[in-house]
């Protein structure tokens, strides 16, 4: 047979990627050569509070520091000297331009440059950054979407400095740039971006803890700060390949790709010896973050093949969040360095585990210097005070997630995630709270005990908050399929996608659990009348919460169809598709929260929900293109040549008067074309059926569905294609080799 030429692209690209070697870089020495420890270079392309210590005057210093504590806004007066000294701190460093880096809601970054340089009085360029341009600046940003909000307000916007976040100095290839973390609010103060309402949502937060601790006589706390660790899991995936795949570079997942015979079930990669081009990226992703002060502290494969993860060390949320979209920025950009494509996507290959970003998640009170740690709240302690708080605080999250298990949902929906959640290795649609069997059993018992005993107190004292440090040790009861998990002292929020920012579905929670602290302290200041808060007040409170919040509790496995059938019966939402789960951010309930407590405004909500929809609708739309692309130019052409090869065939047997054993191949063959063409018929009126209708929620419902059916029915034809036709007529990437060579 002669050789087909619709593989030989593919096949130069496995002989590329098996030939490859790691890429050695400079590691970080001194002048005579020797290595720098890491704390050696760490932070040292960014200008964070240590350094705003030495470098200010100390009146200058104190003003910031208390303005970065209270959230306020930084005032005129002392932003031109701190502007002065990050400019000089800068243009040491070689950077030409400065930008104000924020978070539109497209889920990345943002940055529009300017170069430092001023005419002076005489017309002469010098370097010049004033504090005006240090706090605000007003980027052309009217194409950013904004949900319909800046018709109904401003077209234009500003960028505002987070004096929380320290700026950094990012390195291109030929220049460097001075980048100061910013949120994005219209004129009139709305929020344009991800990381506004997340700075409100944490000084609400704070302030419903405060007034809770204070009630319980824990009146020295003056601030709270939510912490997060973020879990980031990622595929490498060689270039050769990927640019080979228009669906993995137009939409970041494979469309089509049938199953190699072995996929993930050895269970031989996790946790395996990191392959050698995978490490040398590691290497020198790591060494980027640490210049840029980003504490990466893990690193791992993770269970798929050629799939991995990175973990920080964990910061106050607003941090970690803006250090996750550089560590996702960094992720992409050194991996290309490496002839890697780092996808990102919550599901990049059908059969093995999807990726997803972990939220570890606290709250911590604020320690009254940068060098201090702060105390954290769900961390058991060691007195029966500390044990008391701790319950209390317990009851706080388990009563907002309860309440708000659906706006939760809602803060993790995407395109993307809707085919990793429900999928069997990531947390289902679900959403439920694991405690632990320790800690899970001392609820129960105050909650049984309670009522049995007339002296709660006692009863208490006795069965649980004796046994409370224990739960700290208690590590070998991890439940790695709850969507919302304690994890000894934090929970960890894990149904959060890949490619998420974390801004959004961490806003949510600090808004829901800070809900939660609103009705302790309700019910806590009625039960007392103004009195005395009593130890024995606090346990009734718990006491009523844990049974409040009993549906919401599972301590089984998330991931089997009992788990469904059972939530069903308790209530709980199963929100399986996107439409479906951002209608949850417009249910009075969820506005009202969100409203009342001045997270959002009524229309900044109602913009996260047009934004939200209308990102799926152009994802999913994207999908759909990509694959009637692949179909008619890629996979039905290698099906017809492969077809017209073995037709030739059978036709000069025949011709030769021999037998043609390739007909029953050609019979075969033909009957799945043409079914091949039938679904993509289909396809095409399931698209025109979304350009018929009217509103976004109905196009978004109908690409979830009829949409999603049809692109499934067609990848099923194409994979038993691909496992038919001759390989050297295939070509696209094949799954063994995308995730097998490299
Ligand atoms: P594991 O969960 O595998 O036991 P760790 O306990 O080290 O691993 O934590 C995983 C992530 O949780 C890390 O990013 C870590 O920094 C973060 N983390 C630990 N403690 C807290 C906390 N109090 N608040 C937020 N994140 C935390
Ligand atoms: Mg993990």
Redesign the pocket.
Known sequence: MSMGTGARARFEAIRDVTSRTPRKIELPADENGRPLKISEYFGTNTFDIHQMREKLPKEVYSKLFSTIQTGKKLDQEIANTVAHAIKEWALERGATHFCHWFQPQTGLTAEKHDAFISFDEHSRVIEKFSGSQLIQSEPDASSFPSGGMRTTFEARGYTAWDPSSPVFITEATNGKTLCVPSVFISYHGDALDEKTALIRSMEVLSQKVCELLHLIGDTGVKRIVP?????QEYFLIDRAFTSLRPDLTMSGRTLVGGQPPKGQQLEDHYFGSIPARAQAFMSEMELELYKLGVPV??RHNEVAPSQFET????EEANV?TDHNQIVMEVLRQVALRHNFSALMHEKPFAGVNGSGK?N???M?IAASSPDLDGE?L??PGKTPHQNLRFLLVLAGVLKGVHKHAGLLRAGIASSGNDHRLGANEAPPAIISVFLGDLLNRILNEIEAGAGRDKNVEAAVLKLGISKLPEVMKD?TD?NRTSPFAF????F?FRAVGSSASTAFPVTLVNSAVADGFSELTAALTQKCGGSKVTEAAVLEVVRDAIAETKAIRFEGNNYSEEWVKEAEKRGLLNLRKTPEALAQLMAPKSVQMLTSMGIFSEAEVHSRFHVRTERYIKNVLIELDTLRLMADTQILPACYAYHGALASAVAAAKAAGVAAPQAETLGKLGTLISSLQIKRQQLEAAAQKVESLGSEEDKAKCLSRDVAEAMLEVRKLSDELESMVADDYWPLPKYREMLFLS
Not at 227 to 231: H, I
């Open positions: 912490t997060l660790g973020v879990e502290k893990t973990a920080p060390i964990f970690a972990h570890n998640w606290s911590m954290n769900l961390d590590n991890r994890t000894g002292n934090k960890e």
